[in-house]
């Protein structure tokens, strides 16, 4: 059940919340390219380190696509972009819709995603071309992405660093993601956070704040 009394705050997660994703066609892509062991170097719980530099913002794009490229270098450089793309689905423009509805009412909106500088530039594109993007970014006060702030969940000091950022009180924020271990780091911090399940929709669980 989602928190809502002295919810002045609220931090969302993009993918899997107000973006559609699915951490399985990444391996399908990439064991149909000849990487089979691709779900031991990324999944939605854990990842490779490598993973995590390209998260913060630590290897450029170039880098990361030549250590994807050794696993596959009977295949284009094309090809492995787009595998590692294919995890984009789409928006979801009702979601959206809802968390600048919650802005406009007085609730402080921010989003906060553990991504990098491949998918924010297809994602953004594929928001443009669904969406008024101004709408989506105005549905925010501020959007932090992980690779641009060098900072990512489910660390603690991730989550009260935008708190200190945005003078925002832990106890009066809620942060919702779709990955257990971030929810779990968002509380150890103090905040309140729900962990959104499958087919569940914030727009929904939160009409009536």
Known sequence: MIPLSGIRNVIFDFGGVLFEIDYELPAIAFEKLGFPDFRAFYTQAAQNPMFDLLETGKVDNNEFLDFLHEFVPGVSREEVLDAWNVILLHILPKEVEFAHSLRQAGIRTFLLSNTNAIHVAEFERMIANTMDFNLFKNAFEKIYYSNVIGLKKPYPETFLQVC????????ETLFIDDSLQHVEGARRAGLHAYHLQPGERVSELL???
């Open 164 to 171: 200190e950022w945005n003078k925002l009180i832990p106890s």
């Open 207 to 209: 009409s009536h704040l």
